[in-house]
């Protein structure tokens, strides 16, 4: 797909978004995708345009809106190139790639920590409900809220947007949402999500 084409379908906001588009390796990416479990939408850019429409959907201040927005485009965007090897190779993490890609337009050290731990949230409800790893599940926890800082309300608003999109498994969410006592729990306009 052509950088017109992408733009006409993602409608980016902004400068910072409409400069991702010229990236080569960017499109590339967001082309990438068939259906899946999780992600029946496909490709990339389909998923953005979900993740968009809950962000739309938040009662949120605009600069929260523009950051949710930047972990939106490029959360995903990597996967083509990310390593699928066994045993996995975590440093070929498509979140890793992300962070990497988004270093070189924003210098904002917690932003860069949201992206690259957008799924690790997802990983410790999985250590605990999946693995009966309940003491590892909440170190990785504790290290995960250290990262993030103060973006921390931001990274549950990007879970739950993230994760409120095609046939996803809620539980992680409303885990999330039940068992962390330091986040602000919040709704989508109307109760549901925008997709």
Known sequence: MTTQQLTHLLQPETALEARFLESEEFREGL????????????TIWRHIIEVNQNIDALP???????????????HDTFKHVEDRGNPRDWSKHHSVYAR?????YVDDPLLLNVVELHDEAYYCWRL?????????????????RE???????????FFKCDTCTGDKNPAPLIW??????????????GGEAAI
């Not at 082309?31 to 496909?42: F, I, K, N, S, T």
């Not at 990262?147 to 608003?157: A, E």
């Not at 039940?178 to 989508?188: A, G, K, L, M, N």
């Open 31 to 42: 082309v990438w995708g068939l259906p899946r479990y999780g992600h029946p939408e496909g």
């Open 60 to 74: 949120v201040d605009p600069d929260t809106r523009r950051k949710l927005r930047i972990v939106c485009w490029v």
């Open 100 to 104: 990497q890609f988004l270093s070189r």
């Open 128 to 144: 605990a409900h999946l693995f009966g790893q309940y003491a590892e599940s909440e170190r990785r926890m504790d290290h995960l």
């Open 147 to 157: 990262q993030v800082g103060d973006y921390w309300q931001l990274y549950y608003l």
């Open 176 to 189: 999330f949402e039940e068992h962390v006592d330091d986040i602000e729990v919040v709704e989508f306009v």
